[in-house]
C-alpha cells in the first residue's frame, strides 16, 4: 500500500525530534564559544527552549500516535557541523561571534521551515491541538531568528564581551 501524508507527517515529526536532541548538545559547545556575554546568554536560553520543545515534540507525537528516535536529522548534521568548523578557524572574537550568530541563523532558518512543514501537516490531517503546539514552537523559532539577527546587526559590542 502506498504511504501516505500521514507517514510523512511522521517522517517529518521524527527529523524535528532528532534535529532538536543534536542541537541540545551543540548549543552549550557555541555559548562556550561565544565571545560576547550577550551571545552566550542567547544560547544558553535558546537550550533551555529547546529542551522544552523537545518535551512539546514528545506530546505531539504521542497525541498523533508517532514513535521517535528513528530518524536521524542530516540536514541539522550538516549545519551543526558548519558551526564547529567556524569554531576552528583560529578567528579573533568579533569574527567569531559573527561566524556563530550565522551558524545559529542557519539552523533556526531550517528549523522554521521544518516547524512550518509541521503547522501545515498537522492541521490537514485535523489535529488541531497538535497545531497548535507545533506552532508556539514556530513562533520561537522565529523570535530567535530576530534575535539573532538584532546581535549581529549591532555587531559585537566590547562593553558586552565578558
Ligand atoms: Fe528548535
Known amino acids: 500500500m502506498a504511504k501516505t501524508l500521514t507517514d510523512l507527517f511522521h517522517d517529518q515529526l521524527q527529523d524535528a525530534y532528532s534535529a532538536e536532541t543534536q542541537l541540545t548538545k551543540a548549543l552549550p559547545k ?96 485535523g489535529h488541531q491541538e497538535a497545531a497548535r503546539i507545533l506552532h508556539e514552537t514556530l513562533d520561537e523559532e522565529k523570535k530567535t531568528d530576530e534575535k539573532l539577527t538584532q546581535l549581529a546587526e549591532r555587531g559585537v559590542n566590547s562593553k558586552a564581551r565578558a
Not at 536529522?73 to 561566524?99: K, N, R, S, W
Not at 531550517?110 to 490531517?125: D, P
Open 30 to 125: 557555541m555559548a562556550k564559544a561565544a565571545g560576547s556575554a550577550e551571545l552566550r546568554a542567547g544560547f544558553e536560553q535558546h537550550l533551555t527552549e529547546t529542551k522544552n520543545q523537545l518535551a512539546r515534540l514528545e506530546k505531539v507525537c504521542q497525541q498523533v500516535g508517532c514513535k521517535t528516535g528513528s530518524n536521524t536529522c542530516e540536514a541539522m548534521e550538516g549545519l551543526i557541523e558548519e558551526g564547529e568548523e567556524v569554531m576552528g578557524l583560529g578567528l579573533d572574537t568579533d569574527a567569531q561571534d559573527a561566524g556563530l550568530i550565522a551558524a545559529a541563523q542557519k539552523v533556526e532558518h531550517y528549523e522554521i521551515a521544518l516547524y512550518g512543514t509541521l503547522c501545515s501537516f498537522a492541521k490537514q490531517l
